[in-house]
């Protein structure tokens, strides 16, 4: 429990893991650093002999020198030697296959070109260096694997010491406010110390392209990712050649009553998610 200004703050354990994920990517900024951009690819990485694992996300730090990161997001429920450790093994394995590292390249690379606002940022921190190229080099360079997991047990710390590559792991909380859910605290260690708190600036206004041509926009619900373009001036998202509210689109995708200004985000100038109900 936490104990903030009187107020109780009570330990929420995960209730499954497409949830916790959820978590982590509304706060990869501050959890991955300032520097970093968290591609939510589920891209295969397979090995010569065909053994592979899907990783949660991929992350590039533009730091000098520039690195990368293969996530993994667990639930301390899960099995340490049947389920975590073989997963970690699994991409190591992959990632050593060349074919692997150009697919995840190739991969983040055809993100990257969808959505202008990210590409100019990208483009401004690599310099002249072309994008894909920029890309290539770096997944040829042994990644860090990043574990985020709600609890750090004694297990699991006892068998990442045997494991043979390099691997940071952040132990992600979530304190619920008693009697009030909606509040809530995240604390966590970020995999870079010198960032010690959250970045609340706002989002970053749309280009003048984006004004004109539409802000690219994307959908993620049971697993799957949908994308459309979305009209600022008639606040309309236009998705396989339809105009919809919205809404409408989220119940169209869905089937369920949604609140579409809550489902749909968009990728602001410094990489960050945000929900289009902040381009209202």
Known sequence: MLLLDGVKYLLQTPTDEESFEATVREHAKEIFGETTVCFDLKHKLTSKTGIGSIPDAYVVDFSNPPKWYIVEVELASHPVDEHIMPQLNRFMRGIRNADSQKEVSDAIHSEIDENKMLRTLIETKIGSKEIHRFLSDLI???????????????????????????LKITELKTFVRENAEKVHIHMFEPIKASIT????????????????????????????KYEGTFDITAKKITYKGKQYTPSALSVEITKTSRNGWRDWKYIDEQGNERLIDELR
């Open 140 to 166: 040829s360079i042994p990644p860090e694997i990043i574990v985020v997991i709600d609890e750090r047990t004694e297990k699991l710390t006892e068998a990442l010491e045997a494991f043979k590559y390099e």
């Open 197 to 224: 708190q959250i970045n609340d600036t706002g989002p970053s206004k749309p280009s003048s392209a984006a004004l004109t041509e539409g802000v690219r926009v994307f959908l993620k619900y049971k697993a799957n």
